[in-house]
Structures are given as structure tokens and as C-alpha cells.
């Protein structure tokens, strides 16, 4: 993804493509198979395959969609590593959720005060 679309300098790195397939179960996820390839398409056999989990963990608020990586040689390693991996996802998911938590508790808004302002008072132009 462009780290800021409305530069006008959208252009797709050749030396970094892959190809994509995808497996699922139709129960609990699915799987992502990431094979690099050069850019007339042939396989690029000096980078690793990446594997991707896909699932969606059911919370109070709704469906929580979780996306990692699984660190595997094969599909079946992949297979293999499946739930454990989406559970250390998920741990690091309801980490920065906590976090997040904590950080907007602390946001303390004092009555008269501008939350525009510039920390230290900054300057006031008329």
C-alpha cells in the first residue's frame, strides 16, 4: 500500500511481488499462500514463500478480524501452526486494544482549556 496515496507517486515495486493463493476451510479461516515472483511472473526462488492466517474471533462488540503471519516451510506446517498462531495474534491484538484503553483514560480534558493549543502554551497571534 502507498504510505500516502495523495502524493501523486503510486507505482507498485517490481522487486517485491507476489503471487497469491488462498485455502480455506470454510470454518475457522483461511490461509494465504504468498509466492515472490519476479516481474515477468516466473517464481523468484531466492526470497521465501509467506504464509497468511486469516480468521475472526467473536467478541461482545461484533466479529474481530485478525490477519498474521505464520512462520512456516509448507502448507501443512502452516496448517499446523495455524491456532497457535492466531492466538498469539489475538494476545497482541487485546494488548494494544488495553493500551489503547489506557491511553484514552489518561486523556484528561481540563474545563477552559483549548485541546488545540500547543503543549506549553504556545503562541497567540491577533
Do not use: W
Amino acid at each position: 500500500m502507498a504510505d500516502n496515496p495523495g502524493d501523486g507517486d503510486i507505482r507498485m515495486s517490481a522487486g517485491n511481488l507476489y503471487r497469491e493463493e488462498s485455502y480455506t476451510d470454510r470454518q475457522v479461516g483461511s490461509l494465504q499462500i504468498l509466492t515472490p515472483v519476479k516481474k515477468d511472473g516466473s517464481t523468484d526462488f531466492s526470497r521465501q514463500k509467506l504464509f497468511v492466517g486469516q480468521t475472526q474471533i467473536l467478541t461482545p462488540a461484533g466479529a474481530l478480524p485478525l490477519s498474521f503471519e505464520i512462520e512456516a516451510k509448507s502448507l501443512e506446517e502452516a496448517i499446523e501452526k495455524f491456532g497457535d498462531s492466531a492466538q498469539t495474534a489475538l494476545a497482541g491484538t487485546m494488548e494494544r486494544i488495553e493500551e489503547m484503553r489506557r491511553e484514552a483514560a489518561s486523556s484528561i480534558i481540563v474545563p477552559g482549556s483549548d485541546p488545540m493549543a500547543a503543549p506549553g502554551g504556545g503562541l497567540q497571534v491577533r
